[in-house]
């Protein structure tokens, strides 16, 4: 049996990892969230009456809420997804970022450092800190190249700077501490259940009724896209198998510009769903993100030959899946888009 704590486990990542374990027999899943705007119990709707399930409510820098929950569930590994997530929104306001991203890192690290450190000798062994991060901190590539993991961090908007700085916080807990932790850099997620803040539940949307299409400047923006269950799974794969004090990139191999993720998306839906003018008539160019990263893209060679994860969706198969399942499943988005955001632009810099 397996203790799992997930933080943000009600967020878009955190909840496909948290009802993929709560699918597992020999897994206890503790769900440790605070419930910010992005946070959705909903999420977790086909899970939440498992007996190896358990929510707890609770904010990453609230030390004594964090220390009595490391005391009542004994984890043996911890799965920490919390975080402030959204670039745009980091833009308009920081704080929150610097916050929960740094200052909720460093307060989650020293109660499993606590924690951990009363174990029976075989326990501390066995323990596990993955701290999940993106392949943002890695900064902006050209043309050619790929994110290693021993690409030098230089972070861009304030959202990559705050995991740039989380990440650091984790490795020093390692190698000053001891503490057992495994980082993760993923590059860009998309699938069910993701806020419909980001690009393509956004665009799925907005196409759906007929709203304009907003593409940050030209659009050739690129992303290296990964469907969430694919990064849910190799999360689990770094917690059994990844070596201690490592780094694991996470990527599909799956490098689209924004403009032909829009495009597609407006194909597919004009076949799903006909309507009377083609989509792509709604798109929309409008002014750039500042400090906007070119183009992200990801070489996981060392997840795939050292822990054997391999993606199993392409941007083709993934995409599809997205997409059907948003038109399906009304009854998750629609008190979204009518309540917490209704698809306003976000993250135009202000003085
Ligand atoms: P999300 O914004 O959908 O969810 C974040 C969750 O964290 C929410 O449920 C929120 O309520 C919770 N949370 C926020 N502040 C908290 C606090 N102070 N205490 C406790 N809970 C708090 O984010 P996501 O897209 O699921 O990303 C999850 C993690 O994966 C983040 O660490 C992010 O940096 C990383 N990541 C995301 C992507 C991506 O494409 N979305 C890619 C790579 C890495």
Same mark, same amino acid.
């Given at each position: 049996?397996?203790?799992?704590?997930?933080? =943000?486990?009600?967020?878009?990542?955190?909840?496909?990892?948290? #009802?993929?374990?709560? =699918?597992?027999?020999?897994?206890?899943?503790?769900?440790?969230?605070?419930?910010?705007?992005?946070?959705?119990?909903?999420?977790?709707?086909?899970?939440?009456?498992?007996?190896?399930?358990?929510?707890?409510?609770?904010?990453?820098?609230?030390?004594?809420?964090?220390?009595?929950?490391?005391?009542?569930?004994?984890?043996?590994?911890?799965?920490?997804?919390?975080?402030?997530?959204?670039?745009?929104?980091?833009?308009?306001?920081?704080?929150?970022?610097?916050?929960?991203?740094?200052?909720? %890192?460093?307060?989650?690290?020293?109660?499993?450092?606590? &924690? @951990?450190?009363?174990?029976?000798?075989?326990?501390?062994?066995?323990?596990?800190?993955?701290?999940?991060?993106?392949?943002?901190?890695?900064?902006?590539?050209?043309?050619?190249?790929?994110?290693?993991?021993?690409?030098?961090?230089?972070?861009?908007?304030?959202?990559?700077?705050?995991?740039?700085?989380?990440?650091?916080?984790?490795?020093?807990?390692?190698?000053?501490?001891?503490? *057992?932790?495994?980082?993760?850099?993923?590059?860009?997620?998309?699938?069910?259940?993701?806020?419909?803040?980001?690009?393509?539940?956004?665009?799925?949307?907005?196409?759906?009724?007929?709203?304009?299409?907003?593409? &940050?400047?030209?659009?050739?923006?690129? #992303?290296?896209?990964?469907?969430?269950?694919?990064?849910?799974?190799?999360? @689990?794969?770094?917690?059994?198998? =990844?070596?201690? =004090?490592?780094?694991?990139?996470?990527?599909?191999?799956?490098?689209?510009?924004?403009?032909?993720?829009?495009?597609?998306?407006?194909?597919?839906?004009?076949? $799903?769903?006909?309507?009377?003018? *083609?989509?792509?008539? $709604?798109? %929309?160019?409008?002014?750039?993100?500042?400090?906007?990263?070119? #183009?992200?893209?990801?070489?996981?060679?060392?997840?795939?030959?050292?822990?054997?994860?391999?993606?199993?969706?392409?941007?083709?198969?993934?995409?599809?899946?997205?997409?059907? @399942? &948003?038109?399906?499943?009304?009854?998750?988005?629609?008190?979204?888009?009518?309540?917490?955001?209704?698809?306003?632009?976000?993250?135009?810099?202000?003085?």
């Amino acid at each position: 049996m397996k203790r799992v704590i997930v933080t =943000g486990g009600a967020g878009f990542i955190g909840s496909a990892v948290v #009802r993929m374990l709560a =699918g597992e027999a020999d897994v206890e899943v503790l769900n440790l969230d605070k419930l910010t705007y992005a946070g959705n119990l909903a999420s977790l709707r086909a899970v939440e009456n498992r007996p190896n399930y358990r929510f707890e409510q609770a904010d990453i820098v609230d030390r004594a809420a964090l220390d009595a929950i490391f005391a009542s569930f004994r984890p043996d590994a911890v799965m920490h997804l919390a975080a402030e997530s959204h670039v745009d929104r980091s833009i308009t306001g920081s704080k929150d970022f610097i916050e929960t991203n740094i200052v909720g %890192t460093f307060t989650l690290l020293e109660a499993a450092r606590t &924690y @951990w450190s009363g174990l029976p000798e075989a326990d501390r062994q066995s323990f596990r800190f993955l701290h999940v991060s993106t392949d943002e901190v890695y900064g902006s590539l050209g043309e050619t190249g790929l994110f290693k993991e021993t690409t030098p961090y230089d972070p861009s908007s304030p959202y990559s700077a705050s995991k740039a700085a989380s990440d650091h916080l984790a490795m020093a807990w390692m190698r000053t501490y001891g503490l *057992p932790v495994v980082i993760s850099n993923c590059s860009n997620n998309y699938g069910p259940f993701h806020f419909p803040e980001k690009l393509i539940p956004l665009i799925v949307l907005n196409a759906l009724e007929g709203r304009p299409l907003p593409v &940050y400047g030209d659009g050739s923006n690129i #992303r290296d896209w990964l469907f969430v269950e694919d990064h849910a799974r190799a999360l @689990w794969t770094i917690v059994r198998s =990844g070596r201690v =004090g490592e780094t694991y990139n996470v990527g599909g191999r799956n490098e689209r510009s924004n403009l032909h993720v829009v495009e597609t998306i407006c194909d597919a839906l004009d076949h $799903l769903r006909p309507a009377a003018t *083609p989509r792509r008539d $709604l798109i %929309t160019f409008v002014t750039d993100r500042p400090g906007h990263d070119h #183009r992200y893209a990801i070489d996981a060679t060392k997840l795939e030959t050292e822990l054997g994860w391999r993606a199993q969706e392409t941007f083709e198969t993934g995409i599809r899946r997205t997409i059907e @399942w &948003y038109l399906d499943n009304g009854w998750w988005w629609q008190p979204l888009r009518a309540g917490v955001y209704a698809g306003e632009r976000l993250g135009l810099s202000k003085p």
